[in-house]
């Protein structure tokens, strides 16, 4: 009996040792547009109003480079008074890794995380009643305005598997506090056109038969 526990136990080990490892699993099929300019997906100075000029392009080689996947564009607003606005873009090479970047960006960007010094001024951040838009094409969308310090509207937006931040100064004053940027309307302009950066793109990567 024991002799035959000793044979069991030697061909389960030899079992175990001759597994076969399970295959890994496939990688995903690039999706559209997976090795074309990010970059160009930026809004460009046209749709800014007069006195804006654009200060900062990072990475530089993303201008050029297809192979880069995360992008950021800036402008000054000189007439406004220092008013500054940015985008950042992020293509994911997977859908489910967009849906991510866009949630933790929803979960980190408009709530506090500590206690704010006595002398900086905060309202919290929610869709504006003076804005009246909501992207048809976006996958996920969100727009907020409030103040941290000084006044400002954020925008997240996924589409598909690409994921696009914007921050735009917003020309405000509340309880004596002054803020110098953007008016809601040409805010909302921004929005737009940004949007319709998008809207071109997925169509072209998506064309409505698929």
């Known amino acids: 009996m024991k002799l035959r526990l000793i044979v069991a136990a030697s061909c389960l080990a030899v079992m175990t040792s001759c597994r076969i490892p399970a295959p890994p699993e496939p990688t995903p099929t690039p999706l559209p547009g997976w090795r074309l300019l ?5 809004l460009g100075d046209e749709a800014f109003p007069e006195g804006w000029t654009r200060i900062r392009d990072l990475p530089q080689a993303g201008l050029t ?107 405000a004053e509340q309880e004596g506090h002054v803020s110098h940027g953007l008016t809601y309307a040409e805010t909302e302009a921004i929005v737009r056109a940004m949007d319709a950066k998008f809207a071109e793109a997925m169509g072209e990567f998506y064309p409505p038969s698929q």
């Not at 409030?146 to 921050?167: E, F, L, P, Q």
């Open 38 to 42: 990010v970059s160009d997906l930026l």
């Open 65 to 171: 480079d297809l192979t880069i996947n995360h992008v950021y564009r800036s402008w000054w607003g000189q007439d406004q008074g220092n008013g500054k606005a940015d985008q950042a873009i992020w293509r994911a090479y997977t859908v489910a890794a967009a849906e991510k970047k866009y949630a933790d960006l929803r979960q980190s960007q408009f709530y506090l995380r500590s206690t704010l010094p006595p002398d900086e001024f905060f309202v919290e951040f929610a869709p504006p009643d003076e804005i009246d838009f909501q992207s048809g094409v976006a996958s996920e969308f969100y727009l907020a305005c409030g103040w941290r310090i000084w006044a400002h509207c954020d925008v997240i937006a996924r589409y598909r598997n690409y994921v696009t931040s914007v921050s735009l100064d917003l020309e």
